[in-house]
């Protein structure tokens, strides 16, 4: 079989690794161990974290991963440019390895690209002819070569033209001279009182008369004036009218099953709208959008996530994320849904590969190989196609109109509908005519309350049996899909060599945000650095998002964002608050607080923040010692991966157990939790516990090994 295309190196048995600037090769693995053999003979053994830190490891042989693609850039440049790109890249593969495709694609190599047959100089030169020929203009071997290299560094963002993509000069072909006397006479008026653009013009005249002379600069015109004041003028200072102040088959096809013979070989993916009426944060009861992912080895549904709106291509790349991280068990579910409960998984020998799972819950945990999608935009959009490119997951698009390329997903809607979404209140049946005449009646449910019910559905799905698996040795035997994955897992013995950091924040959400004087506020959250003070209240230079910046934020964890500064690097801007909140939290925790919060002063926006981080660090405090509401303890545990005391006693409870809010007494200036709810007894406790746990990594599995224990 070949090798998966794009795939990123992996360290087995029988490779070869570059370490501390010598040849090694692996000879065995061994829990956390990888034992090398060096050219003279000499044995070492080194932890698996130990060996990929070292700033000059590789696996000798293996094709250097691409770093991660600058989408949020690429997708801003003009459709010609993006589509030549996408051209070029076809012909830069062909000139590579043969195959417009890239290597493993299907197809056969033309004779003049065969890299058996011609020198690589001599497919670039063929390949430069015949793009002259298309219409590409005049094209030399030196720009193939170029190209070719510029996509070998960095992707279709390589390929680009890079002249319609660069920032225009907001002072345009004026005048130096011009141009200073203009940011001087910005600078001269700046903490005056605001007159009008008219009014600064006297003042350049002067300034351009004392640096040069009396007629040596040209007058610039009024319109040229006009252009450049408006153009470098800060925000709040620009002369013109009042300006607020910004604060600081069915056609014939034949059906074929389906096969894959260890987890994540072949992994399906799909959307419908659920069958069951949601309440909307508008307000509005609709039906959410349901997408999930179904290994075809096992059954296992790896991720299914609720969606108010449609499914964007950024929620569709983040399943990738949900399919292989381990999900962590809620403290309200019984012990048998909790992987070392879990009698058909191996947990201790799981848990010594990778400690997050001793809380997780009892469901499969794979990185899918090969991703099986329909043709709807979100799954071939540059986005979702791109983060599978680069985690070395191949996408397999389905033949138009040919629903039985993807049976199983869809038949796992049906399963979902029949033991999930019939047995709750808003059902609104598979069509109309299944549909009761109070189903709008009897909807109640939010979205977020859906996903945390879905979720422990999930778990029990994987404990019963399914009728597509069956054990070799005992056909009539209908295994679960937890007892099939524990068979299987021992197939793929492998380690991949772990991403960077750079290329976890590159495959983060994009949203798009000015940066005020302020910092950057996102949902009444400001995130402030000193590395922003060149750039406050100014465009960004990516042309076309109204000079609004790149930000990259992790929808789990809103504490800190990341920026794409001029460098083209991203930088970490942390929350001005976030050394007063010690655990991560989510953005529907935060609306929580902000719903439950009192603003009795709206001009002091900055001590409203101040106490919005209070409430929100008091919160946490109370789950972590067991003093929340269940409520409160609900919110928490969609939010944190840490282990949270159970909630206590209904006797005990100092607030309502719904998702009402509190009803607070005017009266008296305090609500009836005000006596419970006091955590002046939790002053002296240490901040220790509270911050969260350190994240560990995979450790290394032995396939031969662990056949042994089997």
């Not at 070492?44 to 094709?63: K, N, Q, R």
């Not at 450049?228 to 620009?238: H, K, S, W």
Request: aromatic content about 6%.
């Amino acid at each position: 079989m070949s090798a998966r295309r794009n795939a990123r190196p992996t360290v087995k048995v029988g490779a070869h690794v570059r370490f501390r600037g010598v040849k090694w090769q692996v000879v065995a693995l061994s829990g956390q161990d990888i034992h090398l053999v060096g050219p003279e003979g000499g044995g070492e053994a080194v932890l698996a974290g130990h060996l990929f830190a070292d700033p000059g490891f590789t696996v000798v042989g293996a094709d250097t991963p691409q770093a991660a693609p600058q989408w949020g850039l690429f997708e801003n440049a003009p459709t010609a440019a993006r589509e030549k790109a996408l051209a070029w890249q076809r012909h830069v593969r062909e000139v590579e390895c043969g195959l417009p495709g890239g290597p493993g694609s299907e197809g056969a190599v033309r004779e003049q690209y065969d890299p058996e047959r011609y020198t690589l100089a001599e497919r670039e030169r063929t390949e430069a002819e015949e793009l002259t020929a298309l219409g590409f203009g005049r094209v030399s071997r030196t720009t193939v070569q170029r190209m070719r290299l510029a996509y070998r560094k960095q992707g279709l963002w390589g390929l680009l033209d890079h002249r319609i993509t660069r920032a225009s000069s907001p002072t345009g072909r004026a005048d130096e001279r011009v141009v200073a006397a203009v940011r001087e006479a910005l600078r001269r008026r700046r903490g005056r009182s605001k007159g009008t653009i008219n009014g600064l013009f006297p003042l350049i005249n002067q300034i351009l008369e004392d640096r040069h002379g009396p007629g040596t600069v040209p007058a610039p015109s009024q319109a040229t004036l006009y252009r450049l004041v408006t153009n470098l003028a800060r925000p709040g200072e620009l002369p013109s009218g009042p300006v607020r102040q910004v604060p600081t088959s069915v056609d014939g096809r034949a059906f074929t099953p389906a096969t894959a013979l260890r987890p994540g070989e072949q992994v399906q993916v799909d959307t419908t709208r659920l069958d069951v009426l949601a309440l909307f944060d508008d307000g509005r009861l609709a039906r959410p959008e349901l997408t999930i992912a179904v290994d075809v080895a096992t059954r296992a549904i790896l991720a299914a996530v609720l969606c108010p709106s449609a499914t964007k291509a950024v929620d569709a790349a983040l399943l990738l994320a949900e399919m292989a991280v381990p999900h962590p068990a809620r403290p309200r579910w019984p012990d048998i849904l909790r992987m070392d409960r879990a009698p058909a998984l191996p947990h201790q020998r799981l848990a010594a590969l990778d400690e997050r799972l001793a809380g997780a819950a009892a469901r499969p945990v794979v990185l899918p190989e090969t991703i099986v999608v329909d043709r709807g935009k979100v799954f071939v959009s540059a986005a979702f196609t791109a983060a599978c490119e680069h985690l070395g997951i191949s996408v397999q698009p389905a033949p138009p109109r040919a629903p039985t390329a993807k049976g199983i997903v869809e038949r796992t809607f049906g399963t979902i509908n029949a033991l999930f979404c019939q047995h709750l209140p808003g059902y609104t049946g598979s069509d109309v005519t299944r549909r009761g005449p109070d189903t709008q009646k009897d909807a109640c449910y939010s979205v977020p309350q859906l996903q945390d019910l879905l979720d422990e559905w999930l778990v029990h799905y994987h404990h019963r049996p399914h009728e597509g698996l069956r054990h070799p040795l005992m056909p009539r035997k209908a295994l679960t899909p937890n007892q099939m994955w524990a068979a299987l897992v021992a197939v793929a013995g492998h380690v991949p060599v772990p991403l960077t950091g750079r290329d976890y924040l590159e495959l983060l959400p994009v949203r798009w945000q000015a940066i005020t004087p302020a910092g950057i506020t996102i949902h009444h959250r400001t995130y402030d650095h000193d590395l922003l003070a060149p750039y406050r209240g100014q465009s960004s230079p990516v042309a076309g998002r109204g000079g609004k910046w790149e930000i990259h934020y992790n929808p789990h964890d809103v504490r800190q964002i990341w920026i794409r500064l001029p460098d083209g690097e991203l930088t970490e801007i942390p929350w001005i608050h976030r050394d007063h909140v010690h655990q991560p939290f989510n953005d529907h925790t935060w609306q929580h607080i902000r719903t439950h919060a009192h603003h009795h002063n709206h001009d002091a926006s900055q001590q409203h923040e101040a106490d919005l981080a209070d409430a929100l660090d008091q919160l946490m405090r109370r789950v972590h010692s067991g003093h929340a509401t269940k409520t409160e303890q609900a919110l928490l545990a969609r939010a944190t991966t840490a282990p949270i005391p159970a909630a206590r006693h209904p006797h005990h409870d100092t607030g309502p157990t719904t998702d009402e809010p509190a009803q607070h007494s005017d009266s008296d200036g305090q609500g009836a939790n005000s006596e419970n709810d006091s955590i002046d007894d939790l002053d002296g406790a240490p901040y220790d516990d509270l911050s969260p746990a350190p994240a560990t990594g995979f450790g290394l599995y032995n396939a031969y090994e662990e056949a042994d224990k089997w």
